[in-house]
């Protein structure tokens, strides 16, 4: 059974960082491309960052606009868990963050941990 578990959501002052960690079991996580999305209170899922899968310092990483330069997406295939670095954090990042693994037709995700921005 595949599992997803995010985990180091919490509550943190505006200027911030938090590192978020999702921790898969059940697959082959090397193999799988990773991503982390975010959902705001009435807003859509939005995606924040995708890594490919070599797990190396060459992997290709991808952000979203809004989270470009700030927040740092990697991966530990050997502890197959993927990472979420978030600094300079501002009151529109809160939201719940949940991970995504995808390989072909094959897509999991997680249950989600609430980061929420607030002074």
């Known amino acids: 059974q595949v599992q997803l578990v995010e985990s180091g959501g919490d509550l943190v002052q505006p200027g911030g960082s938090l590192r978020l960690s999702c921790a898969a079991s059940g697959l082959t996580f090397s193999r799988y491309v990773m991503s982390w999305y975010r959902q705001a209170l009435g807003k859509e899922r939005e995606l924040v960052a995708f890594?490919?899968?070599?797990?190396?310092?060459?992997?290709?990483?991808k952000y979203g606009d809004t989270v470009k330069g700030r927040f740092t997406m990697s991966r530990d295939n050997a502890k197959n868990t993927a990472y979420l670095q978030m600094n300079a954090l501002k009151p529109e990042d809160t939201a719940v963050y949940y991970c995504?693994?995808?390989?072909?037709?094959?897509?999991?995700w997680g249950q989600g941990t609430q980061v929420t921005v607030s002074s």
């Open positions: 995504k693994a995808v390989l072909n037709s094959r897509e999991y």
């Open positions: 890594i490919t899968r070599t797990g190396s310092s060459t992997d290709y990483v």
